[in-house]
């Protein structure tokens, strides 16, 4: 079922919360995007999600949820003081539920967790010393040939692509905007998913 389509789901802000540990060329990385939407609509088609049947003229209402968490490792294996080219390695807990209600026709929901181990690249330059242009794009590791015996009982895709610019307002807090874009593409015996996130975004950064 198509969400956005059926139940008009609209534009969102949703708010990222990352963390970075570094040593030396070595980061550990944590991020979580907690998305969330509610809608009621007044159906003009019949549908089907699950075992719940609602007819056309009928009035329901959702509730979807899908957290991204990520934890990661980075090695910035070339390394200087105008930038670094880094290879990326993440596993993306993707947990996604939806529900529907449709007064007397019942209620129905379904959850898919789904953990996909990722590598990419990732790298920053430094046009002035107070600013940087930072790179990362990710895919799922059983993309590569030789991998995919890591697939158990979900198939799918997930490209992770993200650019930003970071301005620095001293040594301990800085500025960003950038734009990204996730995509998911799940399927297993009994599910089949199709996520998207995209647009462009704004931040801060705090060091310690």
């Not at 570094?22 to 009621?40: C, L, N, Q, V, W």
């Amino acid at each position: 079922m198509d969400f956005v389509q059926e139940f008009g789901l609209e534009k969102q802000r949703f708010t990222e919360y990352s963390v970075t540990s570094k040593a030396g060329k070595h980061k550990i990385r944590y991020g979580s995007i907690p998305i969330r939407y509610s809608k009621e609509a007044f159906i003009t088609r019949n549908l089907q999600f699950g075992g719940l049947t609602i007819p056309v003229s009928a009035d329901a209402s959702t509730e979807v949820d899908w957290r991204l968490r990520r934890y990661g490792y980075e090695w910035d294996f070339v390394s200087a003081s105008r930038g670094y080219v880094g290879l990326l390695t993440d596993v993306k807990d993707n947990k996604f539920s939806a529900s529907i209600s449709a007064g007397p026709y019942g209620t129905e929901s379904t959850d898919v967790r789904v953990w996909v181990p990722t590598v990419g690249l990732g790298a920053r330059a430094y046009p002035h010393r107070l600013i940087s242009i930072t790179g990362e794009f990710g895919v799922e590791v059983t993309r590569f040939k030789g991998l995919d015996r890591l697939k158990t009982d979900w198939d799918g895709h997930f490209v992770d692509f993200d650019v930003y610019g970071t301005v620095n307002m001293g040594r301990n807090v800085a500025i960003q905007g950038g734009y990204r874009s996730i995509r998911v593409d799940y399927t297993s015996d009994t599910d089949t998913a199709n996520l998207r996130l995209k647009g462009l975004y704004w931040g801060g950064n705090l060091r310690f």
